[in-house]
């Protein structure tokens, strides 16, 4: 009994440990995470090649294509990568200039391969690349303009505001925002160090001097986590990153799901934790003890400290519908509809729009997939 209780005692003192980093961190990054603000068009805009890597994005297309090419860039380039939705000609009806996607070669990933060919293609001074499922809102480009000149940023990466509709995006989704908001202090990820990285490929945007210094996506063509092997080339090569929050200029909705939202998140889970089954394993554990045992036991100081972490940040986020707000109410519920995420992460390989490549590798080891 009392060894039960020593047990107990512990956890919730490691508990209370980590909601105070966690929640500390969150405050930090309240006051000095960098967020994308209104801009006075400039004739940078007209420098700027945009660039959409497209693999079966029809769906997502139809909707944030044209407010991407309302942008007034120089170009909007598309790279259909094999589809079979009909991408291209959707592509091309809108307006885009559209590439067709030539094969993989040996040793490169998918979404590497696409930019790089869009890159040869591109004429622009500055390079964004840009997800088809991410929509850039009015003067959004003039405000990731401002923020690359006010950070002096070689490479700007813009986490998009999340647009979760469905019971089963609130599921999984918004762990992205926890992770990176509660995780990372802004001021940390600001040194120059190779090891404080982070970045977010859904919106990358490079100085297109600074991008060809670094050979391009060819740097990166065998790595599954591209974006944050990016950011960590960009600082070993003394450049500057740059990190901002899309707040209500740059929105995006990942999936439409909560299956879909389980095989999005299953493919880099394991990368995430640096290849380590028993840390990926560890890390869920710690969390259903942190956030789902004391909603079971009916702690509720430890129930609130979960709610006002995720009420923070949807806040922080520019998530503050009544909707959103209430989805906070699920944190301490989350780590169970995470379970199927990281059964499916221990699997040896994982699958994504037709490919395959190996798990618990940052780079691929050859191979074509």
């Given at each position: 009994?009392?060894?039960?209780?020593?047990?107990?005692?512990?956890?919730?003192?490691l508990?209370?440990?980590?909601?105070?980093?966690?929640?500390?961190?969150l405050?930090?990054?309240?006051?000095?995470?960098?967020?994308?603000?209104?801009?006075?068009?400039?004739?940078?805009?007209?420098?700027?090649?945009?660039?959409?890597?497209?693999?079966?994005?029809?769906?997502?297309?139809?909707?944030?294509?044209?407010?991407?090419?309302?942008?007034?860039?120089?170009e909007?380039?598309?790279?259909?990568?094999?589809?079979?939705?009909?991408?291209?000609?959707?592509?091309?009806?809108?307006?885009?200039?559209?590439?067709?996607?030539?094969?993989?070669?040996?040793?490169?990933?998918?979404?590497?391969?696409?930019?790089?060919q869009?890159?040869?293609?591109?004429?622009?001074?500055?390079?964004?690349f840009?997800?088809?499922?991410?929509?850039?809102?009015?003067?959004?480009?003039?405000?990731?303009l401002?923020?690359?000149?006010?950070s002096?940023?070689d490479?700007?990466?813009?986490?998009?505001?999340?647009?979760?509709?469905?019971?089963?995006?609130?599921?999984?989704?918004?762990?992205?925002?926890?992770?990176?908001?509660?995780?990372?202090?802004?001021?940390?990820?600001?040194?120059?160090?190779?090891?404080?990285?982070?970045?977010?490929?859904?919106?990358?945007?490079?100085?297109?001097?600074?991008?060809?210094?670094?050979?391009?996506?060819?740097?990166?063509?065998?790595?599954?986590?591209?974006?944050?092997?990016?950011?960590?080339?960009?600082?070993?090569?003394?450049?500057?990153?740059?990190?901002?929050?899309?707040?209500?200029?740059?929105?995006?909705?990942?999936?439409?799901?909560?299956?879909?939202?389980?095989?999005?998140?299953?493919k880099?889970?394991?990368?995430?934790?640096?290849?380590?089954?028993?840390?990926?394993?560890?890390?869920?554990?710690?969390?259903?003890?942190?956030?789902?045992?004391?909603?079971?036991?009916?702690?509720?100081?430890?129930?609130?400290?979960?709610w006002?972490?995720?009420?923070?940040?949807?806040?922080?986020?520019?998530?503050?519908?009544?909707?959103?707000?209430?989805e906070?109410?699920?944190?301490?519920?989350?780590?169970?509809?995470?379970?199927?995420?990281?059964?499916?992460?221990?699997?040896?390989?994982?699958?994504?729009?037709?490919?395959?490549?190996?798990?618990?590798?940052?780079?691929?080891?050859?191979?074509?997939?």
């Open positions: 009994m009392d060894r039960a209780l020593r047990m107990d005692r512990a956890l919730r003192r508990t209370l440990a980590v909601f105070a980093v966690k929640l500390g961190t405050a930090v990054n309240a006051l000095t995470f960098p967020r994308l603000r209104a801009a006075a068009p400039t004739p940078e805009r007209g420098r700027v090649s945009l660039l959409v890597p497209a693999r079966d994005e029809a769906h997502n297309l139809i909707r944030s294509l044209p407010p991407l090419l309302a942008q007034g860039a120089l909007v380039i598309l790279l259909d990568d094999g589809s079979r939705d009909g991408t291209a000609d959707l592509a091309r009806r809108l307006g885009a200039a559209v590439l067709d996607g030539q094969p993989l070669p040996d040793g490169w990933v998918g979404k590497p391969w696409a930019c790089a869009l890159a040869r293609e591109a004429r622009g001074d500055i390079l964004i840009t997800d088809a499922d991410v929509t850039w809102h009015t003067g959004a480009l003039d405000a990731v401002a923020e690359m000149r006010r002096g940023a490479l700007l990466s813009v986490f998009p505001r999340q647009d979760n509709r469905t019971p089963g995006e609130r599921l999984v989704t918004p762990v992205v925002d926890d992770i990176i908001l509660t995780a990372f202090p802004a001021p940390l990820l600001r040194l120059a160090h190779p090891s404080a990285s982070a970045a977010n490929g859904q919106v990358m945007a490079f100085r297109s001097a600074a991008y060809r210094r670094l050979g391009g996506h060819g740097a990166v063509r065998g790595e599954v986590l591209d974006d944050v092997a990016f950011s960590r080339r960009v600082k070993e090569a003394g450049g500057r990153l740059g990190l901002a929050l899309g707040g209500r200029f740059i929105g995006v909705r990942m999936y439409r799901s909560y299956p879909e939202s389980v095989r999005g998140f299953a880099n889970a394991l990368l995430l934790h640096g290849g380590q089954r028993a840390l990926l394993v560890g890390d869920l554990a710690l969390h259903i003890a942190m956030y789902t045992l004391p909603l079971l036991r009916r702690q509720w100081g430890l129930v609130a400290l979960a006002v972490q995720g009420a923070g940040v949807r806040w922080l986020t520019g998530r503050t519908r009544p909707a959103d707000l209430l906070a109410l699920l944190t301490p519920l989350a780590p169970l509809p995470a379970l199927p995420v990281v059964v499916a992460a221990l699997q040896r390989t994982t699958t994504w729009k037709g490919r395959t490549y190996p798990k618990g590798q940052h780079r691929m080891r050859g191979g074509s997939n």
